[in-house]
C-alpha cells in the first residue's frame, strides 16, 4: 500500500503543475514538435540533381519520418528515466534532500520508482500528442493497437528501470558521474533511432550485444504496432511472436533484478560509509 500512496502523490503532484503552469505545458509541446520536424526534415529531406539543376523539394518519405519520429520519443523516454536517477540523485545530493527521503518510510527504491513511473505516464501522454502531429504533417500514419501497446510500453517501462537504478548506484557510489550518465542516455537515445525492424549488423555477437542493452526490442515491438500494423510482407504477424518479443521480456527481468540489487548494495555500502548524502 505504501508503494501507491507515493504514486499517488507523485501524480497529484505533477498534474497541479502541469495545470498550474498549463502555458509552460503547451509551449513544451508546441517546441518539442518543432524540434521533431527540424530533426526529420535534416535529417531526411533529399536533394536530387536533375538535368544539372540540385532540386531542394522535400522528399520525405512518410513511413520514414514517422519511424524516425517514433524511435527518437522511444529514445527521450529512455533518456527521461535514466535521467530520474542519475540527475535526480544528484540533486537531491546538493540539496540534502537524499538523506531525509533515505529517513522515510518507504525507501529510495519505493521512492524512485513511484517518482519514475508517474515521469513515465506523463512522457507518454505528452509524447503521444507530438507523433500524433508529427505523424499527421508528414502524412504519415500511426495504428494505435490499444492492448499491444500498453503492454510494450509497461515492459518498456520495466526494461529502462532496473538500467536506471543501474546508474542510480553508481551516482550513490562515485557522486559525479554527470558526463558518463549522459553518454550512455545519448547511447540509448540513438539505439532507439536506429533500430528497425530486426537487428543485423553482420557480427552475431554484436548483434546480441545490442540485443542486451535497454530499449533496443522495446523499440524494435514499439515501432512493429504503431507504424507497420503489425505487418511483415503483406500478413499480419502479431508482436507477441517476434523473437524480439522475449527478447524484451527477459532482458525486463534480468535489468530489472540487477539494477535494484546494484542500487540496494550501492545504497547499503554509502549507508555504513556515512556517504551517502555527500557529493
Known sequence: ????????????????????????TLTGLIVGYGMLMLLI????????????LIDTRLGLNPEDATNAALGFIIGLFA?????????????????????QLCLSPYGLVTNFMARSMVGAVTSVLSSSVMLYFVAKTVDGRLYADPVPTIILLVLTYFNLIGFGFMVGGLVLLFKQTGQIAMLVRFALLGLAVWVSDSID???????WLVHALPIADAAICLKHVLIHNQMIGGERVSVFSLPSFPLLLISCVAWTLIGISIFKVM?????????LGTY
Open 41 to 52: 526534415v535534416g535529417f531526411m529531406a533529399r536533394r536530387e540533381e536533375v538535368e544539372g
Open 1 to 24: 500500500m505504501s508503494f501507491f500512496r507515493v504514486i499517488k502523490a507523485e501524480l497529484v503532484r505533477s498534474f497541479i503543475i502541469m495545470r498550474r503552469y498549463w502555458f509552460a
Open 79 to 99: 533518456f527521461g528515466i535514466v535521467g530520474t536517477f542519475s540527475q535526480g540523485l544528484q540533486g537531491m545530493m546538493r540539496s540534502g534532500q537524499l538523506e
Open 201 to 207: 549488423t553482420g557480427y552475431r555477437a554484436i548483434d
Open 267 to 275: 545504497e547499503n555500502w554509502s549507508r555504513d560509509k556515512g556517504t
